[in-house]
C-alpha cells in the first residue's frame, strides 16, 4: 500500500532557529502534498497544499514566509519553520495525494511531527 | 464551504459493549466522507470513506459507517469494541469541487473501558 514517510517525527529546537520537517512519498508519485498543524487535544488544520513544480497555497492566517513550503519533486516536500518561537510548538502532519487510483481520493498520511521550541 | 461536525469529544464506553461516533457534515456540493483514526503521537490511519454506491461502508478493524444524505450523517459504529481501539477518531469531508483538501472534524476521543 501507500506509504508516506515523514522525519524527524520528533525534534527540539531553540527560539530563532529554523526546522526542516521532510515528507516523502515511498511507492507512489505524490501530485499533491499537503501539511497540517495539530494542537494538543484539537483537530487538524490545514496550512498549506503543495503542488509538485509550483508554488504551495496557504490558508487564510498561515504566514508563507515563516513556513516554507518545498515540493521539488513527485516523491519529497519539506516544510521549514523559520525563526521558531515556543507558539510554534505543535505536531505537524503531512498528507499524500498520489497520481491515478490513488487520486480517487486515496490521501495517506505521514506519522506527524512533533515540534518543540524552547 | 463545507464543514463537519463531531458532536462528542469523549466517548467513554465499556469493552464489548457496541458504540457510535456521530459526524455530521455541511456541504452544498457533492461530498465525500472519510473516518481516520489516531493513536497518541501518530499520523491518521484510515478506517473507511465513502464515494459513492452503496451507503453502508464497511472499514477496517470491525467499523462501519453509514451515509445518510438526508440527515447529513455519517456516523460510525462498531458493535463490540476492545481496549485497543481506545484512539481519537476523525471524520473528514472533502467536496466535488474545490482544493481537494481534507476538513476534519473536531474529533472523539475514544475511552474503552475493562
Known amino acids: 500500500g501507500a506509504v508516506v514517510s515523514q522525519h524527524p517525527s520528533r525534534v527540539i529546537c531553540k527560539s530563532g532557529t529554523s526546522v526542516k520537517i521532510e515528507c516523502r512519498s515511498l511507492?507512489?508519485?505524490?501530485?499533491?502534498m499537503f501539511w497540517y498543524r495539530q494542537f494538543p487535544k484539537q483537530s487538524l488544520m490545514l496550512m498549506a497544499t503543495s503542488n509538485e513544480g509550483s508554488k504551495a497555497t496557504y490558508e487564510q492566517g498561515v504566514e508563507k514566509d515563516k513556513f516554507l513550503i518545498n515540493h521539488a519533486s513527485l516523491t519529497l516536500s519539506t516544510l521549514t519553520v523559520t525563526s521558531a518561537h515556543p507558539e510554534d510548538s505543535s505536531f505537524y502532519i503531512c498528507?499524500?495525494?498520489?497520481?491515478?487510483?490513488?487520486?480517487?481520493?486515496?490521501?495517506?498520511f505521514g506519522s506527524g511531527t512533533r515540534l518543540t521550541v524552547v | 464551504a463545507q464543514s463537519v461536525t463531531q458532536l462528542d469529544s469523549q466517548v467513554p464506553v465499556f469493552e464489548e459493549a457496541p458504540v457510535e461516533l456521530r459526524c455530521n457534515y455541511s456541504s452544498s456540493v457533492s461530498v465525500y466522507l472519510f473516518w481516520y483514526v489516531q493513536y497518541p503521537n501518530q499520523g491518521l490511519q484510515l478506517l473507511l470513506k465513502y464515494l459513492s454506491g452503496s451507503t453502508l461502508v464497511k472499514g477496517i478493524n470491525g467499523f462501519e459507517a453509514e451515509f445518510n444524505k438526508s440527515q447529513t450523517s455519517f456516523h460510525l459504529r462498531k458493535p463490540s469494541v476492545h481496549i485497543s481501539d481506545t484512539a481519537e477518531y476523525f471524520c473528514?469531508?472533502?467536496?466535488?469541487?474545490?482544493?481537494?483538501?481534507?476538513?476534519f472534524g473536531s474529533g472523539t476521543r475514544l475511552q474503552v473501558q475493562p
Open positions: 511507492d507512489f508519485q505524490a501530485t499533491t
Open positions: 498528507s499524500a495525494r498520489g497520481q491515478g487510483i490513488l487520486a480517487n481520493y486515496g490521501y495517506t
Open positions: 473528514a469531508v472533502i467536496s466535488d469541487t474545490g482544493r481537494r483538501a481534507l476538513t
